[in-house]
T-cell receptor, first 114, second 116 residues
Framework: DGGITQSPKYLFRKEGQNVTLSCEQN?????MYWYRQDPGQGLRLIYY???????QKGDIAEGYSVSREKKESFPLTVTSAQKNPTAFYLC?????????????FGEGSWLTVV | AQTVTQSQPEMSVQEAETVTLSCTYD???????LFWYKQPPSRQMILVIR??????QNATENRFSVNFQKAAKSFSLKISDSQLGDTAMYFC?????????????FGKGTKLSVIP
């Protein structure tokens, strides 16, 4: 089945550690996105990529990093510089980054700092 | 900058009844698209309905329909014959592109509870 797979579903991080969230899509979409969701805040864009080997910062990129070495993969690293990383993270994709395109989402990953 | 406002943080409806969720937006672009996404307790975001701003006809998708008032910048979602599976967070979203840039903005969501 076509879709977006995020892993792990739940992740715990100790203070000062970097962690990486995986996102893989088999929809042959060019554009991929990472969003963060906090209670009462809706979705906020962290990073996006329109094509392989290219990515751009979103509204809240500080403390995060990404790579786009393959079309189907867009991993997100939460670094120790991110002061409040506990949140729900959603990966998404769309055919391209045009305003008419529907964005499709993965099932999300919960990150908790312990 | 574009904005999306959902003024109802929480709503409830009796099963089989009809409910309307409100959304207002602001953008300076003429070409834009509006979406309603549903996020059930599983947390996966699911597209409910999509509306092109250049189309006057309101979009419908089975029990879901929208009331798109372009001049008022209003985009409400009507759910008819509410079912228990409709219990979820509902997010209104606006996407617009212009002057070489693209922006997608989500509202803060409305939590809908369907009561048996």
């Amino acid at each position: 089945d076509g879709g977006i797979t995020q892993s792990p579903k739940y992740l715990f991080r100790k203070e000062g550690q970097n962690v990486t969230l995986s996102c893989e899509q088999n929809l042959n979409h060019d554009a991929m996105y990472w969003y963060r969701q906090d209670p009462g805040q809706g979705l906020r864009l962290i990073y996006y990529s329109q094509i392989v080997n290219d990515f751009q910062k979103g509204d809240i990129a500080e403390g995060y990093s990404v790579s786009r070495e393959k079309k189907e993969s867009f991993p997100l690293t939460v670094t120790s510089a991110q002061k409040n990383p506990t949140a729900f993270y959603l990966c998404a994709s769309s055919p391209d980054r045009g305003s008419g395109n529907t964005i499709y989402f993965g099932e999300g990953s919960w990150l908790t700092v312990v | 900058a574009q904005t999306v406002t959902q003024s109802q943080p929480e709503m409830s409806v009796q099963e089989a009844e009809t409910v309307t969720l409100s959304c207002t937006y602001d953008t300076s672009e003429n070409n834009y698209y509006l979406f309603w996404y549903k996020q059930p307790p599983s947390r996966q975001m699911i597209l409910v309905i999509r509306q092109e701003a250049y189309k006057q006809q309101n979009a419908t998708e089975n029990r879901f329909s929208v009331n798109f008032q372009k001049a008022a910048k209003s985009f409400s979602l009507k759910i008819s014959d509410s079912q228990l599976g409709d219990t979820a967070m509902y997010f209104c979203a606006l996407s617009a592109s212009g002057a070489g840039s693209y922006q997608l903005t989500f509202g803060k969501g409305t939590k809908l509870s369907v009561i048996p």
